[in-house]
């Protein structure tokens, strides 16, 4: 039997995507309905609220430690000093929304994306695009 330990109390509404940084040991995750981006540090036990103001439901890692977000406004590169930068929202002429992504440790992002539409979700499609040499990331 093991004990089960609450690391954060966050009260969130869709609590998604945590990944570990482990060069800056830290735990992130998103927040889908309540469009917040989260981060905590098992050393301080703090949990901090981090906003790139984009809706966000996936993140990924690049080499330099900046996040790959990817949401309903499509990917971006976002640095935690406020620069952000979107790096694909259409396909064949169809806005992506992003649902769930993953890094591998070549630098390819792997991904899916929704469509909703009047009768709610429409397609659902997978994405995947080496971007290796734009935003290296990190698995």
Same mark, same amino acid.
């Given at each position: 039997?093991?004990?089960?330990? #609450?690391?954060?109390?966050?009260? *969130?509404?869709?609590?998604? =995507? /945590?990944?570990?940084?482990?060069? $800056? ?5 998103? +927040? #889908?309905?309540?469009?917040?981006? %989260?981060? %905590?540090? /098992? *050393?301080? *036990?703090?949990?901090? $609220? #981090?906003? /790139? ?16 977000? =990817? =949401? ?6 976002? @640095?935690?000093?406020?620069?952000? $930068?979107?790096? #694909?929202?259409?396909?064949? =002429?169809?806005?992506?929304? %992003? *649902? +769930?992504?993953?890094?591998? /440790? @070549? ?33």
């Amino acid at each position: 039997m093991h004990n089960l330990e #609450v690391a954060c109390a966050e009260r *969130n509404r869709c609590g998604e =995507g /945590p990944i570990w940084d482990a060069a $800056r040991r830290r735990l992130i995750w998103t +927040d #889908v309905e309540g469009a917040v981006l %989260f981060e %905590f540090d /098992p *050393n301080t *036990n703090q949990t901090a $609220r #981090v906003s /790139p103001n984009l809706p966000v439901s996936a993140i990924a890692l690049n080499s330099s430690g900046d996040l790959v977000l =990817g =949401g309903a406004t499509g990917l971006h590169l976002w @640095r935690e000093n406020g620069g952000r $930068r979107k790096i #694909v929202s259409q396909a064949a =002429g169809e806005i992506l929304s %992003f *649902n +769930d992504m993953i890094a591998d /440790p @070549r630098g390819c992002i792997y991904a899916g994306t929704i469509h909703w539409g009047p009768n709610g979700m429409e397609r659902c499609r997978r994405l995947s695009h080496s971007i290796g040499r734009h935003i290296p990331c990190r698995g």
